[in-house]
């Protein structure tokens, strides 16, 4: 997947990813016009289909509201990388097929605006300088869920867990 | 086979003799928790998987806390779903809008013992832990699978012994112990790991107090915090739960990291704007207050109502400050009405409320305007967290909160 880069800092929590006021909220439409507001209040409307996020440490710390990534899942973001992620988010965030790429170093190498290409089976991030970056590929557990579309599909093709 | 407590608690869910830390086992649930808020979404997976019935309807607990009584049609919509889902699947374990914030009600009502696994919709369920329960935060996708299955998949965590030793000062309590822990190993200082409090401080300490450091120890990205059960456990469970429980202690020899504290010079602890892991002593900080905020399931216990009520008594709420209390459940409720705690509140100027997480998440009552300050005695400062992002928010003790309030800016404790 290939895609422009939003970048954010250090310890991105669910509260500025998705405000609690808007957690009423259970589908992605509604709950992707509020993604980022505690940062940027039209991060909905600049950014578009395909548009890969750039994070620091820690991103998605805080809650266990799944309503966060499905709010990026909604803009049609095709993946997270970050520095590290917090645990809950990682899991949601596979579990409903958004891509996250724990990638240390990442946020120093790559500017906002600029394109980037991730490859998820050999675990390889090509920046626009033409750098390859490694990363550490997903568990092949998570690996196969992602591959599945999410959790949900991967239970249906797993009947006897 | 030395393990450590998780490992022996996702061992015996798993039905393995041996677990360790990395591997993914697929655990056995004993309870399963969702709320008002994470509840709809929950029920939305668990409708796509197509399973009629959940696994068991007894393992289930569904409290309202977050937005009770609901405050718009949307929350109001949301109710109703629940209550739906609850009737259709016969859930035994419901509680409407009268109980109480959940981390509070399920282990008042019984439904925590030691040496089992709990999942709950909602990061703080880790407070579980204080009873020395393998307690943790998932997300609404991964509780559908629950409700289908009674399964879920985890990675065995590995283990930071906190070891606390050191008697506390007269104006300090658990809160400061771990916002000190927090301060000091940082937002992410124990991301996917178990984290254990132990250490003589933590034998001392009570439930309540054991609770205010596991139900943080998300806030330094903790999988489970927990404290080993003995008979102070025993005690707090008796009238409780009348059904069998074994807990399960890390082996000497087991594979851990340690991390020791000494508190006995411990001063009142901040955490400020806009990271919990940006910890000074309140001592430190001078800075006038619009709104204090005593509750939540961090420090919303019959524990803190008093510590609040001891310095309030008599006393008023500053001038273009105000006070908010609410008890986090009705069991708290009904002690402060016996204790005289409300009429001590509402004396003071303090506004009470029915129990339930208030501006805690900013989703409900109490929210802060734009340069407005709140200090509370919840687990989140971040940005935008209790209503605007142009607000701060500022975490302390029950007792720092009370002082604090009559002052009208943060204050130390006499
Ligand atoms: S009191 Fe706050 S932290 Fe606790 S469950 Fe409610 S919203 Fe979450």
Redesign the pocket.
């Known amino acids: 997947m290939e895609g422009k880069v939003w970048k954010f800092g250090n310890d991105i929590d669910t509260d500025v990813i998705l405000p ?1 006021r808007y957690l009423i909220y259970n589908d992605e439409e509604n709950l992707s016009k509020h993604c980022m507001e505690g940062l940027d209040e039209d991060f909905d409307k600049k950014a578009q289909k395909g548009d890969i996020i750039v994070g620091g440490t820690n991103f998605g710390c805080g ?1 266990s509201r799944e309503h966060a990534p499905m709010a990026i899942k909604g803009l049609g973001i095709s993946a997270v990388v970050a520095e590290s992620f917090a645990r809950i988010f990682y899991r949601n965030a596979c579990n409903i097929g958004v891509p996250l790429v724990e990638a240390p170093g990442i946020s120093k190498k790559v500017s906002e605006g600029e394109k980037i290409n991730i490859d998820l089976e050999k675990g390889i991030i090509k920046i626009a300088s033409g750098e390859e970056i490694e990363f550490k590929k997903l568990p092949p557990f998570m690996l196969n869920i992602l591959n599945n579309g999410g959790l949900i599909p991967w239970i249906k093709n797993n009947p006897d867990l | 086979m030395s393990m450590t407590m998780s490992e022996k608690i996702l061992a015996r869910a798993s039905g393995k003799d041996k677990v360790e830390a990395g591997e993914i086992v697929m655990a056995n649930i004993n309870i399963a928790m969702v ?1 008002d808020l994470t509840g709809p979404l929950a029920v939305k997976g668990f409708k796509e998987i197509g399973t009629e019935k959940v696994w068991d309807k007894e393992k289930i607990v569904v409290p309202f ?2 937005q009770v009584p609901a405050d718009s049609i949307d929350s109001a919509n949301n109710h109703i779903l629940m209550r739906k889902f609850v009737k259709e699947q016969n859930i035994t374990n419901f509680y409407d809008v009268n109980q109480g ?3 509070q009600v399920l282990p008042e009502l019984g439904h925590v013992r030691p040496g089992e696994v709990i999942v709950g919709a ?3 369920t880790c ?1 579980y832990g204080a009873l020395g329960t393998f307690a943790t935060g998932i997300g609404s996708t991964d509780m559908a699978m629950v409700f289908a299955t009674g399964k879920l998949w985890f990675k065995v965590p590995e283990t930071i012994r906190y070891e606390i030793n050191g008697d506390l000062k007269e104006n300090t309590s658990a809160k400061d112990v771990i916002l000190n822990i927090i301060g000091t190993v940082g937002a992410d200082g124990s991301t996917y790991k178990a984290c254990e409090f132990v250490g003589q401080t933590i034998s001392d300490f009570d439930m309540s107090d054991r609770m205010v450091l596991s ?1 943080m120890a998300i806030e330094m990205g903790g999988k489970v915090g927990l404290c080993e059960a003995d008979k102070k456990t025993d005690e707090y469970l008796k009238g409780r739960t009348d059904k069998p429980y074994k807990g399960f202690i890390s082996d000497k020899d087991a594979n851990y990291e340690t991390i020791e504290f000494d508190v006995s010079d411990l001063e009142p602890q901040l955490a400020c704007p806009h990271n919990v892991d940006n910890v000074k002593p309140v001592s430190e900080v001078s800075k006038p207050v619009d709104q204090v905020f005593l ?4 420090n ?1 216990r019959i524990e803190d109502m008093r510590d609040a009520a001891k310095i309030l008594k008599g006393n008023k709420v500053a001038d273009g400050t105000r006070m908010l209390v609410i008890p ?1 459940s009705k069991e708290v409720y009904s002690k402060c009405l016996d204790e005289g705690l409300i009429k001590i509140f509402v004396d003071a100027g303090a506004l009470v409320t029915n129990p ?3 501006p ?2 900013g ?1 409900h009552v109490g929210l802060i305007g734009p340069d407005e300050v709140s200090l509370s005695t ?3 400062n971040f940005k935008g967290r209790q209503g605007s992002p142009e607000g701060e928010v500022y975490l302390s003790s029950a007792k720092v909160a009370a002082a604090s309030a009559i002052k009208g800016e943060i204050s130390l404790p006499e």
């Open positions: 609690g809650s | 709320h806390d977050h914030v959940c981390h909602d990061s703080h407070t139900n509750g939540s399931c961090t919303g986090a339930c997480c208030g805690c998440l989703g919840s687990n989140r």
